[in-house]
């Protein structure tokens, strides 16, 4: 199986930045996309940024000019860069990893970690 360990979540002044982590472990052959989700609290999860195997990126439009992902696959990990923070962006984040086995793509995904934007 595929554990995700995230990390650099915090407390952040609005137009301030940070940057999050996520390594991957375990079962990690095949894997085709790597991602970020965030949920507010009272809200349903939402999509962030996708980058897949062949490095093609995707944003939500409410973060586009922004947030910035990339990935070290040596180190099986993603980022996520996230500038001109503003109070709608205070939520949990959870990284996302798709693998394709043959015809079945399975879903995992991180515990989470708290971002706060606030003065």
């Known amino acids: 199986q595929v554990q995700l360990v995230e990390s650099g979540g915090g407390l952040v002044q609005p137009g301030g930045s940070l940057r999050l982590s996520c390594a991957a472990s375990?079962?990690?052959?095949?894997?085709?996309?790597m991602g970020w989700y965030r949920q507010a609290p009272g809200k349903e999860r939402e999509f962030v940024a996708r980058i897949t195997v062949g490095s093609s990126t995707n944003y939500a439009d409410s973060v586009k000019g922004r947030f910035t992902i990339s990935r070290d696959n040596a180190k099986n990990t993603v980022y996520l860069q996230m500038n001109s923070l503003k109070p709608e962006d205070t939520a949990v984040y959870y990284c996302n990893v798709r693998r394709l086995l043959g015809t079945t793509m399975y879903e995992h995904w991180g515990q989470g970690t708290q971002v706060t934007v606030s003065t």
């Open positions: 375990g079962s990690i052959f095949s894997i085709n996309a």
